[in-house]
């Protein structure tokens, strides 16, 4: 979550005022607010645009087919209404079911971009937030940071991450309930107006769908986000290095995919994180080399010197991560496979 700023706590303030105004009174001060502290929404990109970046995405395919067929589903039916035919009413709230680093909020984001150019949502802009962002500390609070939150995500997509944090599995009675009640009551009120995405682990998911009985009703649709495999994990590697000039020696492919592939299996193993965090590892300890090789003056390095990963940068930055690469498997001749 990115750093508050004092813009955001003037926000805020004006956001509470909007809340306790009540009916047009109250929308009309967000909207002031909206103009003047968050910036004139720029104009909407084309829908093939923005699919065509969902489309290079790494691996997601189930996910992005779900994708296209909800945006296809909504201009079927805009269409259905300009021929004067009844539009079936369908929820547009989603669950979005993966471990982290599955890419769950990037496709959010691209959603509500999606959302925007076929004119479901005017702003198509995405707030995101987790349980400290909607549960307050004492009585009444909750209420308030709930409904600051979903002011400030009206005409685009509210995404909440983790959001089974809200109702715990231990069962004990919390402020996180609350917030619940909050968002659904909003969620009707201003169904035009308002996507939300709930997201998070799927065992925890079912659990937190099951705490309320007006969730299970409002979220009918759900995305599964696989885990990548390791040659989408090497994709995933490979783009990072292109998009900032870095190079892998030879060995160095070696080395990535015996990492990638000893990864431990886990919740969190199977992630683009995990490739984003070796990547920048991998760059800090091709400086620290650097700076050790006292063959090297660091005001007069080469192209190549700061250009090239090495496998011995890799496998440094694997082991800083708990995530040391697995022993190299040499194949056996062919008659010993017989």
Not at 23 to 48: H, K, Q, S, Y
Not at 211 to 225: H, K, M, Q
């Amino acid at each position: 979550m990115a750093g508050r700023t004092p813009i955001d706590g003037i926000r805020d303030t004006l956001g509470t005022l909007a809340g306790q105004l009540k009916g047009p009174a109250g929308e009309r001060v967000e909207e002031i607010v909206n103009e003047l502290l968050g910036g004139r929404t720029p104009p909407p990109r084309p829908l093939a645009e923005v699919q065509a970046e969902l489309d290079a995405l790494v691996g997601l395919d189930t996910v992005k087919e779900q994708v296209r067929s909800l945006v296809a589903f909504l201009q079927v039916q805009a269409s259905r209404k300009s021929h004067g035919l009844p539009e079936v009413a369908t929820s547009q709230h989603l669950v979005f079911l993966g471990n982290p680093g599955t890419g769950k909020t990037t496709v959010a984001r691209l959603l509500a971009e999606m959302y925007r150019a076929i004119g479901l949502l005017q702003r198509g802009h995405l707030v995101e937030v987790d349980r400290s962002g909607l549960v307050g500390q004492y009585v009444g609070a909750t209420a308030i940071k709930t409904d600051r939150v979903i002011r400030r995500a009206l005409d685009g997509v509210l995404f909440i991450d983790e959001a089974y944090a809200l109702s715990p599995e231990d069962g004990r009675m919390d402020f996180g309930a609350e917030a619940v009640e909050v968002l659904l009551k909003r969620m009707e009120d201003h169904r035009h107006r308002l996507v939300v995405i709930v997201a998070g682990y799927p065992r925890l998911m079912e659990a937190f769908l099951a705490s309320n009985p007006g969730l299970r009703s409002r979220f009918a649709r759900e995305v599964t986000f696989p885990d990548y495999s390791v040659d989408e994990l090497e994709a995933i590697f490979h783009g990072m290095l292109a998009q900032n000039e870095y190079l892998l020696e030879p060995d160095g492919e070696k080395a990535l995919h015996r990492i990638l592939a000893g990864l431990r299996t886990r919740e969190d193993s199977g992630n683009a994180r995990f490739a984003r965090t070796l990547f920048e590892q991998a760059m800090s300890r091709q400086a620290l080399r650097l700076s050790r090789d006292d063959t090297r003056d660091l005001e007069a390095l080469d192209r190549d010197d700061v250009v090239t990963l090495t496998s011995a940068d890799l496998r440094e930055a694997a082991d800083a991560l708990g995530e040391g690469p697995g022993p190299e498997v040499t194949p056996l001749p062919w008659w010993r496979r017989w």
